[in-house]
């Protein structure tokens, strides 16, 4: 199904990913799975979120490749969350994209600053309808995380997000459960047999 675009009106004067703050080059495959749409508010239409989640992501990640810049999706963390989008810079930092595409879902996930102890970087990825106004309240800490808006054709970076190191120790930890997971799903994706086998 065709996606139509929902950033019409959002102005990309600035060359994309031109932010410092980021780093280029993002190391591992791209494969979608659909974010993991958490609220604890039941009104939500989470056919619609879906499909508008995908969108947000697949904008996310072609503004990332233009970039040399690659992720997993809905990468599984410890503690049992998931990250919509995570991947690895060129030197080497964890970067996670958490999606969000309606309001009540926004609000209503209160967990979302455990994400902050498996990056480096830490994005909100916003539908382009969201109001952003709640992106600049201290619930948000916007001192601690980047702001990303996408439909399902492009994405632009609103805010960088700034550098809040791991300890080494740590980054090496998530950076090799992202290389298996991205060794996984690429064997699984040739030959669907093994995905009995490993984590995803």
Same mark, same amino acid.
């Given at each position: 199904?065709?996606?139509?675009?929902?950033?019409?009106?959002?102005?990309?004067?600035? *060359?994309?990913?031109?932010?410092?703050?980021?780093?280029?080059?993002?190391?591992?495959?791209?494969?979608?799975?659909?974010?993991?749409?958490?609220?604890?508010? *039941?009104?939500?239409?989470?056919?619609?979120?879906?499909?508008?989640?995908?969108?947000?992501?697949?904008?996310?990640?072609?503004?990332?490749?233009?970039?040399?810049?690659?992720?997993?999706?809905?990468?599984? @963390?410890?503690?049992?969350?998931?990250?919509? +989008?995570?991947?690895?810079?060129?030197?080497?930092?964890?970067?996670?994209?958490?999606?969000?595409?309606?309001?009540?879902?926004?609000?209503?996930?209160?967990?979302?600053?455990?994400?902050?102890?498996?990056?480096?970087?830490?994005?909100?990825? @916003?539908?382009?309808? @969201?109001?952003?106004?709640?992106?600049?309240?201290?619930?948000?800490?916007?001192?601690?995380?980047?702001?990303?808006?996408?439909?399902?054709?492009?994405?632009?970076?609103?805010?960088?997000?700034?550098? +809040?190191?791991?300890?080494?120790?740590?980054?090496?930890?998530?950076?090799?459960?992202?290389?298996?997971?991205?060794?996984?799903?690429?064997?699984?994706?040739?030959?669907?047999?093994?995905?009995?086998?490993?984590?995803?």
């Amino acid at each position: 199904m065709a996606c139509q675009p929902i950033l019409p009106a959002i102005a990309r004067s600035a *060359p994309a990913f031109a932010h410092p703050a980021i780093g280029l080059g993002l190391f591992l495959i791209c494969s979608y799975a659909g974010p993991m749409i958490e609220s604890a508010c *039941p009104t939500v239409d989470t056919t619609t979120d879906v499909r508008a989640a995908h969108a947000v992501a697949r904008g996310i990640a072609r503004l990332f490749a233009r970039n040399d810049i690659w992720c997993l999706t809905e990468m599984p @963390l410890k503690g049992g969350r998931r990250a919509d +989008l995570m991947g690895i810079d060129a030197r080497g930092q964890v970067i996670i994209v958490e999606i969000k595409v309606s309001r009540a879902d926004l609000l209503g996930d209160a967990k979302w600053p455990d994400y902050l102890d498996h990056c480096d970087r830490f994005f909100w990825g @916003l539908a382009a309808h @969201l109001d952003r106004a709640v992106m600049e309240t201290d619930a948000f800490r916007p001192d601690q995380c980047g702001v990303i808006v996408a439909d399902g054709y492009d994405a632009e970076i609103l805010r960088p997000a700034p550098l +809040l190191p791991l300890a080494a120790a740590r980054r090496k930890v998530e950076v090799e459960r992202l290389a298996r997971a991205a060794l996984r799903r690429q064997v699984v994706a040739s030959d669907p047999a093994c995905a009995p086998r490993g984590e995803v």
